[in-house]
């Protein structure tokens, strides 16, 4: 290989994940406008709703972005394929629920995200009734598109292995995680997405599996 070529190789590269990060944190940015209403006065049931309305649009022109971009989105659904969401859902349980709190023992800090979460169900009357919908229905759809979807589509260009990692590494670290087992446990919340994503080929199953799992947490709440 000459040296000419070499360049030619690590400039496409170097420009190929220049372009992923930034468009990374442009969807990072984005995704935290619907946040900012909450932040205003989290106590307000219209904050909250203006927030899961502007959390609609963005996921709507998400959509309509990644759907330029890949049709890898939507199919007919297959039983198979929910009966491997199902699975995938005992093995998420069994690695949040026993194995993980084994490891780092069962009165560890809850990350921001989750701190966040909480304060809000404990609003109680509509306001926690608005963020129980964003939580189990918007939020799966907005952060599959995001981090499944685009980010996905993006790191394609750099292999498989930078596909799988980045958008895994950027969920994590988006949910706020500051300490080990909070790492952990975004991390493998977002490996098990990217499996459920990768083996179904389709974006449709990982925000079902996704919405499933919130449920779930909602309800253990």
């Given at each position: 290989?000459?040296?000419n070529r070499l360049i030619t190789i690590v400039?496409?590269?170097l420009g190929q994940l220049i372009e992923l990060v930034l468009v990374t944190v442009l969807i990072y940015l984005i995704l935290s406008v619907p946040y900012i209403f909450i932040f205003i006065d989290k106590s307000n049931g219209w904050f909250v709703l203006i927030s899961i309305v502007s959390s609609v649009l963005v996921s709507y022109f998400g959509y309509r972005y990644l759907a330029s971009k890949t049709t890898d989105i939507f199919e007919k659904i297959y039983l198979k394929k929910i009966g491997f969401i199902i699975i995938m859902l005992l093995l998420t349980t069994v690695l949040m629920d026993l194995i993980i709190p084994a490891i780092f023992g069962q009165n560890q800090d809850i990350s921001l995200n989750q701190k966040m979460i909480e304060s809000m169900f404990h609003q109680g009357g509509i306001v926690a009734l608005l963020f129980k919908l964003n939580t189990v229905i918007i939020a799966p759809i907005i952060e599959e598109i995001a981090f499944r979807g685009i980010?996905?589509?993006e790191a394609k260009p750099l292999g498989k292995v930078v596909q799988f990692i980045w958008p895994t590494f950027v969920f994590a670290a988006v949910h706020g995680p500051a300490t080990a087992e909070q790492w952990?446990?975004?991390l493998t919340a977002g490996v098990l997405l990217m499996i459920v994503r990768l083996m179904t080929k389709k974006l449709q199953y990982?925000?079902?599996?996704?919405?499933?799992?919130n449920l779930l947490s909602v309800v253990g709440l």
């Amino acid at each position: 290989m000459t040296i000419n070529r070499l360049i030619t190789i690590v400039s496409r590269v170097l420009g190929q994940l220049i372009e992923l990060v930034l468009v990374t944190v442009l969807i990072y940015l984005i995704l935290s406008v619907p946040y900012i209403f909450i932040f205003i006065d989290k106590s307000n049931g219209w904050f909250v709703l203006i927030s899961i309305v502007s959390s609609v649009l963005v996921s709507y022109f998400g959509y309509r972005y990644l759907a330029s971009k890949t049709t890898d989105i939507f199919e007919k659904i297959y039983l198979k394929k929910i009966g491997f969401i199902i699975i995938m859902l005992l093995l998420t349980t069994v690695l949040m629920d026993l194995i993980i709190p084994a490891i780092f023992g069962q009165n560890q800090d809850i990350s921001l995200n989750q701190k966040m979460i909480e304060s809000m169900f404990h609003q109680g009357g509509i306001v926690a009734l608005l963020f129980k919908l964003n939580t189990v229905i918007i939020a799966p759809i907005i952060e599959e598109i995001a981090f499944r979807g685009i980010i996905f589509e993006e790191a394609k260009p750099l292999g498989k292995v930078v596909q799988f990692i980045w958008p895994t590494f950027v969920f994590a670290a988006v949910h706020g995680p500051a300490t080990a087992e909070q790492w952990t446990i975004y991390l493998t919340a977002g490996v098990l997405l990217m499996i459920v994503r990768l083996m179904t080929k389709k974006l449709q199953y990982s925000v079902i599996f996704h919405m499933m799992h919130n449920l779930l947490s909602v309800v253990g709440l």
